[in-house]
């Protein structure tokens, strides 16, 4: 689950991605999932902190550097859910 800092609620990862897609995603332009922002964000705060999410709840768009970030070992957990190819997904 992820905070958004604009409504103050949690809504899970995919829901993120989903809402993002919808909003930016337009022809070739696809967007990555949220999960992948979120782990390389751990490893270079800085390579998206401009980088603009939407909101599922609100439908607010919020700076992935406004998200309170998750831990790794959580982050790493949630990927062997969801599965390695999903990482690299485009949507």
């Given at each position: 689950m992820i905070y958004?800092?604009?409504c103050g609620k949690e809504v899970?990862?995919?829901n993120w991605t989903l809402e993002t897609a919808a909003t930016f995603s337009d022809g070739d332009k696809t967007?990555?999932?949220?999960l992948?922002?979120?782990l390389e964000s751990?490893?270079?705060p800085k390579k998206y902190e401009?980088?603009?999410?939407v909101c599922p709840h609100c439908?607010?768009?919020v700076r992935l550097k406004l998200l309170p970030l998750p831990e790794r070992k959580a982050l790493?957990?949630?990927l062997r859910e969801v599965g390695e190819e999903y990482l690299f997904e485009r949507f």
């Amino acid at each position: 689950m992820i905070y958004c800092s604009a409504c103050g609620k949690e809504v899970n990862e995919y829901n993120w991605t989903l809402e993002t897609a919808a909003t930016f995603s337009d022809g070739d332009k696809t967007c990555p999932t949220l999960l992948l922002l979120l782990l390389e964000s751990l490893d270079d705060p800085k390579k998206y902190e401009d980088y603009q999410l939407v909101c599922p709840h609100c439908h607010e768009k919020v700076r992935l550097k406004l998200l309170p970030l998750p831990e790794r070992k959580a982050l790493l957990n949630y990927l062997r859910e969801v599965g390695e190819e999903y990482l690299f997904e485009r949507f």
